[in-house]
Nanobody
């Protein structure tokens, strides 16, 4: 079983930056695809980004392309989402997601690929 300690959310002004972290314990993430999803109030959950186990990909949803960066630190067993040039429409609860070991090829919008999910991190972009 995988457990997460999440951090990095909060309130930021438009144009600002945040870095979300999702530190995992339970098994090594180095052979797993990783992803971030988000859910805004009144909207369905949507994919934000994913990356393959070997660092390939990554893939981004169109609205965040060029502003967000997904990464991992296998030594720390941690997944990150660097978010720059934030906009009010980025306001949402963000979820890290990890596939089971050996499932290393990510598919951006295929939520069923990911067996382990964080509890969610609130990100609010407002002036």
């Amino acid at each position: 079983q995988l457990q997460f300690v999440e951090s990095g959310g909060g309130l930021v002004k438009p144009g600002g930056s945040l870095r979300l972290s999702c530190a995992a314990s339970g098994f090594s993430l180095d052979t797993s695809a990783i992803a971030w999803f988000r859910q805004a109030p009144g909207r369905v959950r949507e994919a934000v980004s994913c990356a393959n186990s070997g660092g390939g990909g990554p893939h981004y949803e169109g609205a965040v392309e060029g502003r967000f960066t997904i990464s991992r630190d296998n030594a720390k067993n941690t997944v990150y989402l660097q978010m720059d040039s934030l906009k009010p429409e980025d306001t949402a609860v963000y979820y890290c997601a990890v596939a089971s070991p050996g499932r290393g090829l990510c598919v951006l919008r295929w939520a069923e690929l990911y067996d382990y999910w964080g509890q969610g991190i609130q990100v609010t972009v407002s002036s």
